[in-house]
Each structure stands twice: as structure tokens, then as C-alpha cells.
């Protein structure tokens, strides 16, 4: 974490389409981000989707994004 500005290393990615996927993901919208080293070496990223569940997505479709601790609690509640 960075303790001067108060944000933590990425967990957050915003969405910025969901060409394809209209049902799991919405354009401009901030999903949570779980750690799949895997999947990112073949171009995904593991979000918590529309379902309340991860699943993996082609990572072109997100961008990820450093949140403010007090942003973070209020997207994990």
C-alpha cells in the first residue's frame, strides 16, 4: 500500500466494453479484481461479475484501476 496517498495495489478494473459478454459486465462500471497469475499470462483477469461470482473475461475488456482505501470499502460492502 502506498501510505501517502491511501490506495492500495490495484484489486479494482473498470470496464471499457462488454462487447460480447452484455449480461456479465457493464461498460463503466468498476468490478473487483481476484489475483489469477495464470490467467493474466494468457490475457484474462478474474473479476467478480454481474453474478456475484468470478469468473475469468478477456482482460482487453477491462482497465485496472488503484481505488482509495475508503472507496474500496464502500465497492466491497
Given at each position: 500500500m502506498?501510505?501517502?496517498?491511501g490506495e492500495?495495489?490495484?484489486?479494482?478494473?473498470l470496464?471499457?466494453?462488454?462487447?460480447?459478454?452484455?449480461?456479465?459486465?457493464?461498460?463503466?462500471k468498476?468490478?473487483?479484481?481476484?489475483?489469477?497469475a495464470?490467467?493474466?499470462?494468457?490475457g484474462?483477469?478474474?473479476?467478480?461479475?454481474e453474478?456475484?461470482?468470478?469468473y475469468?473475461?478477456?482482460?482487453?475488456?477491462?482497465?485496472?484501476?488503484?481505488?482509495?482505501?475508503?472507496?474500496?470499502?464502500?465497492?466491497?460492502?
Open positions: 502506498n501510505n501517502q496517498t492500495a495495489k490495484a484489486s479494482f478494473a470496464c471499457i466494453s462488454s462487447e460480447g459478454y452484455p449480461a456479465s459486465f457493464e461498460k463503466w468498476v468490478y473487483r479484481v481476484l489475483p489469477d495464470s490467467a493474466a499470462r494468457r484474462y483477469i478474474r473479476i467478480i461479475d453474478s456475484g461470482e468470478d475469468l473475461y478477456p482482460a482487453k475488456h477491462f482497465v485496472t484501476i488503484r481505488v482509495p482505501l475508503a472507496a474500496q470499502k464502500a465497492l466491497m460492502a
